[in-house]
């Protein structure tokens, strides 16, 4: 009874849809595959879950996107050096260019919401920004826990070395007021665009901490424009 209970909780979100009648009993719904899914629905029961804002406030998830389209990046964990570079180069992305595109951008991560504030100072991240604490979310959506060994290439966003990375988180852990990982450390996240309403457009589960999507490939999904993350002054040629 237990095993069924737990394989109705991290069931799909999604059904395949046919166009030719199935033979009873229905198929079991299938994942949805990473890529640029249209029109695929967000069951209603993910929808009504709950985050929570830097106040500790409870959103229903789906509000965060029923009105318009947004990029939602499900993360790590707070201390994990990888999410930290990578969200320090989302906050670099201008609100100008999503309001020209009617896009939110969203982050998720999965520890206290007290940890909130800290991250935003430490990463200058200042778009929306949510916790779900309890990973329900996160279970529902399919996204993997535990490393998966595979190539994903060398980051863009990622600076720091893992010694040097690891270091750093160590020390953020050790002299936060919290001791404590501030979050799952084996959770993986991975990269949504949802809306407006109960669509999931595009999904990317992570298959282990460095496999994030390149920031710019998501923004052009949305029809935002392309921002340069390296820092470098533009290039006038006269």
């Known amino acids: 009874m237990q095993g069924a209970m737990a394989a109705l909780s991290v069931a799909p979100v999604t059904r395949q849809i046919s166009s030719r009648a199935a033979p009873a009993p229905a198929p079991a719904p299938v994942p949805v595959p990473s890529g640029p899914e249209s029109g695929q629905p967000l069951a209603a029961a993910v ?10 406030r409870r959103v229903l ?8 389209r947004a990029v939602v990046v499900f993360v790590r964990h707070f201390l994990c050096y990888i999410c930290k ?3 320090e180069d989302l906050a670099k992305i201008p609100k100008s260019f999503l309001q020209e ?4 951008l969203i982050v998720i991560g999965q520890s206290s919401y007290h940890h909130i504030e800290p991250f935003c100072k430490l990463t200058g991240y200042s778009h ?12 529902r959506l399919g996204m993997k826990r535990g ?15 893992i010694l040097s990375g690891s270091i750093q988180s160590l020390w ?16 993986q996240g991975g990269t949504l665009i949802l809306g407006p ?4 457009h595009f999904i990317h589960r992570d298959r282990n901490r460095l496999d994030h999507k390149p920031i710019n490939s998501v923004l052009q999904l949305v029809g935002v424009q392309h921002v340069d993350f390296t820092g470098r002054p533009s290039v006038i040629h006269v």
Not at 131 to 138: A, H, S, T
């Open 85 to 87: 570079e990578y969200v």
């Open 172 to 187: 953020r852990a050790v002299t936060g007021p919290l001791f404590d990982f501030q979050g799952d450390p084996a959770q």
């Open 147 to 161: 490393e998966e060994i595979a190539s994903s290439g060398q980051s863009p966003h990622i600076k720091s070395n």
């Open 61 to 68: 998830f789906g509000a965060l996107f029923r009105e318009r």
């Open 128 to 139: 929306e920004i949510y916790v779900d604490p309890e990973r329900e979310i996160y279970k």
């Open 101 to 104: 595109a009617n896009v939110t």
């Open 197 to 200: 309403g109960n669509n999931i």
């Open 47 to 56: 929808a009504d879950l709950p985050v929570l804002d830097v106040s500790g």
